[in-house]
């Protein structure tokens, strides 16, 4: 179904006097005709504008249920509102930007990281083809944020470029390694097979070990 609506004139933000506009990245626009969304913490509670929270929708278009599994039913499906498992924030005018998967954010010295996030920054600078972000295992962090990036054909990239790319933005959310692939693989869905990625690193570093 159709949650969010991001028409062609809202891909970038309205130009502050002298300034350029800037790209709205990661962002899904806003909620679509007789759509309502809310932004959820894990209570049910709303969350403040600019906080992280679970989508959460409401329409007559949603699924009913999941085939013969009312359990995962019951656990998506809240008092008429579906819980996507989609994380996203929302700002003062409406739009909506992914963080993330719930499922997949990880926590890298007290602070929450939200892969999506990282990931849209990431292929919006023009050398990046593909990226994919995960968690590894730290001593000293408990989790760091690791990204797998492939290039554009013929295009110059390293991870000090990619780093000056993030940093500006990301802060604290850059992550702390960078590695630059032929090609990221994919699962059978044709989606970039970050188990099968994590799992390379990890098997890596314990040979290194």
Known sequence: ??????????????????????????????PYTFVD????????????????????????????????????????LREGWLWTGDLATRDAEGFITLAGRSKEMLISGGFNIYPAEIEALLTSHPAVLEAAVFGLPDANWGEIAVACVSAVPEAKLDSEMLQAHCKPILGFKTPKQFRLLDALPKNANGKVDKAALKAALMKEGADHA
């Open 1 to 30: 179904m159709t949650i969010t609506l991001l028409r062609p004139e809202e891909h970038f933000t309205a130009p502050a006097a002298g300034a350029a506009p800037s790209l709205r990245v990661g962002c899904i626009g806003r």
């Open 37 to 76: 969304v809310v932004l959820r913490a894990p209570d049910g509670s709303e969350v403040a504008a600019g906080e992280v929270g679970e989508i959460t929708v409401c329409s007559e278009h949603m699924m009913g249920q999941y085939w013969n599994r009312p359990e995962e039913t019951a656990k998506v």
